[in-house]
Nanobody, 114 residues
Framework: QVQLVESGGGLVQPGGSLRLSCAASGSFFSIYAMGWYRQAPGKRRELVAHINSGGSTNYADSVKGRFTISRDNAKNTVYLQMNSLKPEDTAVYFC????????WGQGTQVTVSS
């Protein structure tokens, strides 16, 4: 069973930056698409960014131009670089192996506040 472990969350002021990491156990990491999702209190989990096995990416409109998803297949890791953070980016961020029934990480809290 694949395990995903997120890290890099924390408290940051508006306009600041954070880099999230998601390390995956197991084999064949490179063949799977990966996604970053977030869930704010009282809201549904939403897709933030997606990267396929070839490195093509897409983003939620709310984060385009501010967030960048990337992957390092040699390290079995997917990243989310978040710049120009806003209070509305506050949420728990999860990574996901993008297949039906795919593994989820435990989440990492991101809080944007002055």
């Amino acid at each position: 069973q694949v395990q995903l472990v997120e890290s890099g969350g924390g408290l940051v002021q508006p306009g600041g930056s954070l880099r999230l990491s998601c390390a995956a156990s197991g084999s064949f990491f490179s063949i799977y698409a990966m996604g970053w999702y977030r869930q704010a209190p009282g809201k549904r989990r939403e897709l933030v960014a997606h990267i396929n096995s070839g490195g093509s990416t897409n983003y939620a409109d709310s984060v385009k131009g501010r967030f960048t998803i990337s992957r390092d297949n040699a390290k079995n890791t997917v990243y989310l670089q978040m710049n120009s953070l806003k209070p509305e980016d506050t949420a728990v961020y999860f990574c996901h192996r993008e297949i039906i029934g795919g593994a989820w990480g435990q989440g990492t809290q991101v809080t944007v506040s002055s």
